[in-house]
């Protein structure tokens, strides 16, 4: 069974078409990064354009790299959520007009449980239940994958999510947006002793803060600069990288071991940092944990993780009709 996935839900209009939720056919991800970078951010108003002047085209090429006719695949599938509304209503509004004209199914996706469902495509043989570390630009979860399409939320970012601290902190020891792959790359040569940063406290066990975090690198950035000293920047990005995956390694644990899980998954594009992966697979080894990562280039947003979860809701009748609209917000575990 093949799926049509279209992703615009934040700067990437991406297409794919999946089959039986594990195997990419094709999958094409235009990125908007180049010009949301002048502005230090994504601009909304911007990234809806660009998405309505990309869509026709991106979804013609995943057609065409596949080798495929549109009335060929047997669904669309659709972010309708979470994500900025008026990039995620493009996607929508596409998959609608498509899905009506092919008269084929139209299957809403939520975009956390499109990040998790990446790892089905590296991994076959990656079956529910397991947990999953879910750690975005705009979200920081730990999930219980009860099954492909139940999900219960055990821990949550209070404040920033993992990845807006890794862009903040990137941002202070002056890369670009998005700066959490530049800071991962400049840590390589640091040393992550150099830099005391602080680990926040949080009441819930499984979860997370970064703000103060955050701050404390631009404080202490802030602070250099005054005194007139350099900061060594690489031992900062090192600094930074290591305590974030500590952090993140540390909850994740405690939940693994409470709620007695022996597999663990991770996704999001903060899932492509090489400190939080070197610390996942030492800690899993260490603990007998089988451990699941997805391939680098399905980390960051794309439509193939979109079409592999597609599959699964589309398996459970997960359909929408025409009256389907986007959310900004939306949990994981409601229904569209
Ligand atoms: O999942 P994603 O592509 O978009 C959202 O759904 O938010 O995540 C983007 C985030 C950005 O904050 C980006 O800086 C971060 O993932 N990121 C990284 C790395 N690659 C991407 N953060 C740390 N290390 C990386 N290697
Ligand atoms: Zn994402």
Known sequence: MKILAIETSCDETAAAIVEDGRKIISSVVNTQIEEHKKYGGVVPEIASRRHIENITSVVEQAFLDANMQSNEIDAIAVTAAPGLIGAVLVGVNFAKGLAMSLEKPLIPVHHIRGHIASNYITNAELKPPFLCLVVSGGHSHIVEVLDY?????????????AGEAFDKA??????TYPGGVLLDKLSQTGNPNTYPLPTPHTEGKYDFSFSGLKT???????????KGIAIVREDMAASFCSKVADIL???TEKAIKDLNYTSLAIAGGVSANSWLRRKATQECQKNNIKLYMPDLKLCGDNAAMIGSQGYYEYLEGNFANMALNGKPYMEIDAHF
């Open 149 to 161: 399409t139940r999900f219960r939320v055990v821990g949550r970012t209070r404040d920033d999510a």
């Open 170 to 175: 990137a941002r202070s020891v002056g890369l």
């Open 216 to 226: 404390a690198v631009i404080n202490t950035v802030h602070n250099a600069e005054q």
């Open 249 to 251: 390694w540390d909850r």
